[in-house]
């Protein structure tokens, strides 16, 4: 808590939380938020180092932060940490946003409903109880991606991964919904899917495109990709090919800031065609 000399109402801080962390939109976005809000409050790239981080988690509630994002590497290493865990972050074994409040750390995963809010707001017609969802990656970004396509109903959830092993995981833990398909049978999982996701790394500028044959891909079915760096990728080029619809996955990374920002600093941000310039700026 802060000192008496702190004054009564210190102006709060949040920010991200990663190792390196100078790669982050975030700072840009919930900058772009305090601005447009008139809100007093800074949101600042914080490098730490995993053996730091403990100690700057314990620490920085008492410097005026209210809460922080976590990205690469300590999404899996804040669950420790925390005092309580959302149990959606359980679930996905990760969290990205944090609350102190009171003098303890809670831990949530917000990635998830970034991910559904995105294809809502871009695909509003979207209806994921209407048919399988194909998901490309096993990673930590594909578990929560999961975990929300099932919360939302989806009949099916296919996955399928280079690495099996992590596919086999997420159906021993989602459950009985889940069928994996070999990752060199991977174009099978189209047939008949209503969703189709890439939640692997490939497609991002200076990789591999992902190389999957979408003939089995329905045109009626909804793509979307996580990689937006490029934002077309050679994946949701190739699914507008097919006559599909696509979304791409900057509005996931916007709209799962949404929730801290308000958690933070009180006010529930607009996710909108400004903020997406001021974040590709
Ligand atoms: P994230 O948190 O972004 O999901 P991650 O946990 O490292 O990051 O997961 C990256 C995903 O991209 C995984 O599904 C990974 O497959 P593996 O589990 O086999 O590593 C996938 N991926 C990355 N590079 C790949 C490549 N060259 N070929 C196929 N899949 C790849």
């Given at each position: 808590?802060?000192?008496?000399?702190?004054?009564?109402?210190?102006?709060?801080?949040a920010g991200v939380?990663?190792?390196?962390?100078?790669?982050s939109r975030s700072?840009?976005?919930?900058g772009h938020w305090l601005a447009r809000h008139g809100l007093a409050g800074h949101y600042v790239p914080l490098p730490v180092a995993p053996e730091d981080l403990a100690q700057v988690l314990r620490a920085l509630p008492r410097a005026g932060f209210v809460g922080l994002n976590v990205t690469i590497p300590h999404k899996q290493a804040v669950l420790a940490l925390a005092d309580s865990v959302t149990d959606r972050a359980a679930l996905i074994g990760a969290a990205n946003t944090l609350v102190f409040r009171g003098g303890r750390i809670h831990a949530d995963n917000t990635d998830g409903y970034g991910f559904v809010a995105n294809l809502r707001q871009h695909a509003p017609d979207w209806v994921p109880a209407a048919g399988a969802a194909a998901v490309?990656?096993?990673?930590?970004?594909?578990?929560?991606v999961v975990a929300s396509l099932l919360e939302c109903g989806v009949p099916e959830l296919r996955i399928t991964n280079r690495t099996r092993l992590r596919a086999d995981q997420i159906k021993a833990e989602f459950g009985a919904r889940v069928v994996v398909y070999d990752w060199a049978q991977a174009a099978n999982m189209l047939e008949g899917a209503a969703t189709v996701v890439n939640a692997t790394s490939l497609g991002m500028d200076g990789?591999?495109?992902?190389?999957?044959?979408?003939?089995?891909l329905d045109p009626g079915a909804l793509a979307t990709d996580l990689v937006y760096t490029?934002?077309?990728t050679p994946f949701l080029r190739q699914a507008r090919d097919r006559g599909c619809r696509t979304v791409d996955g900057l509005g996931m990374l916007l709209h799962q800031a949404a929730p801290g920002f308000e958690r933070w600093f009180g006010v529930r941000p607009q996710v909108?065609?400004?903020?997406r310039r001021a974040v590709l700026a």
């Open positions: 808590m802060p000192g008496p000399d702190a004054g009564p109402s210190p102006i709060p801080l939380v990663g190792w390196p962390v100078a790669q700072p840009r976005l919930h490309i990656g096993a990673g930590g970004a594909a578990r929560a990789k591999q495109p992902l190389r999957l044959p979408l003939d089995a490029p934002l077309d909108d065609d400004d903020l």
